[in-house]
């Protein structure tokens, strides 16, 4: 059982938006009782080779969220995202609302402003963030009180983010036929993400969990909703009592194989800055890419 303060009892309405160039699902969550809602990891429409940024996957949210008369309250992350851009400041700035990470978002700064060769301008203290949460932490949506695990092992500051019988696991878990994220890039630990997956396990049976990620294994239709229970039964990674060192040596072997995402470099540039794009000196919007820095 867990030590966290699950109410299953409530069910929030939960709106999943997929991004078919990045496999992303992204969640508009509304309290059931109010107008109040939030963002799940947004995404930001990039067209790498041209240096295009667009954000019809945005729109798409902000129009839903308009024509229901919802009132934005949190744009919440689940971690800086490596195959993925963020939407928050945009929205921010249609909607409002808060944008908030893990507290460990300071330790991914430190890593990738020196891969990135960032100068001192760049603060890496998650101010660009208006809150950081710590494990345990609690905040509001409407007459909703979510709270977030720690689920360190993809990367440092990942979290999982429990409202009501909805947990949305970020990149901690896929779909039981897709298993479980990467934990090779720079902090992470595929022993820590086993921990990690166990504390997500030990929710109760029914909960519902929402996926960040699905990549459609053996050609079955896209999805993104499955339960702890099914986890258990099924996940082919960490499933059926599946060991902590079974893991570990399947993960390490696994990742080995791996190429790094289409997206990383950008991604990470924008993601740690709370989904700000960086600008050269001249105040110009500008991308770096650091060769044989990853």
């Not at 929030?12 to 109040?36: C, H, L």
């Not at 399947?250 to 995402?261: G, I, K, Q, W, Y």
Request: proline share 5%.
């Amino acid at each position: 059982m867990t030590d966290y303060p699950v109410n299953m009892s409530l069910t929030p309405e939960v709106k999943g938006f997929f991004d078919a160039a990045t496999n992303t699902i992204s969640y508009v969550v509304r309290d059931p009782a109010s107008t109040s809602c939030a963002i799940i990891d947004s995404v930001m429409d990039i067209d790498y080779a041209a240096g295009r940024i667009t954000f019809d996957h945005a729109d798409a949210m902000i129009a839903w969220i308009e024509e229901n008369g919802l009132t934005l309250e949190w744009l919440i992350e689940t971690h800086v995202h490596a195959d993925h851009l963020s939407a928050a400041p945009y929205i921010q700035g249609r909607l409002g609302g808060k944008i908030g990470i893990g507290d460990k978002i300071t330790v991914v700064q430190d890593t990738f402003g020196k891969v990135f060769n960032e100068g001192t301008e760049f603060q890496r203290d998650g101010s660009q963030f208006d809150r950081l949460f710590a494990d345990g932490d609690s905040y509001q949506i409407g007459t909703m009180t979510a709270f977030v695990m720690h689920t360190p092992g993809h990367t440092p500051a990942c979290m999982v983010h429990v409202i009501g019988d909805a947990a949305f696991v970020g990149d901690t878990l896929f779909m039981p036929d897709g298993g479980s994220a990467r934990a090779d890039f720079p902090g992470g630990d595929a022993g820590a993400l086993y921990d990690s997956i166990q504390k997500v396990l030990a929710l109760p049976d029914e909960m519902r969990l929402f996926m960040c990620h699905d990549y459609g294994p053996n050609g079955r239709d896209i999805a993104w909703e499955t339960t702890v229970g099914a986890e258990k039964a099924h996940n082919i990674h960490v499933g059926q009592g599946a060991t902590r060192e079974s893991f570990v040596k399947f993960r390490t072997e696994r990742d080995a194989t791996l190429a790094m995402p289409r997206l990383i470099i950008p991604s990470l540039q924008v993601n740690m800055r709370a989904g700000e794009i960086p600008t050269d000196k001249s105040g110009h919007p500008m991308l770096k890419v650091p060769v044989n820095g990853l």
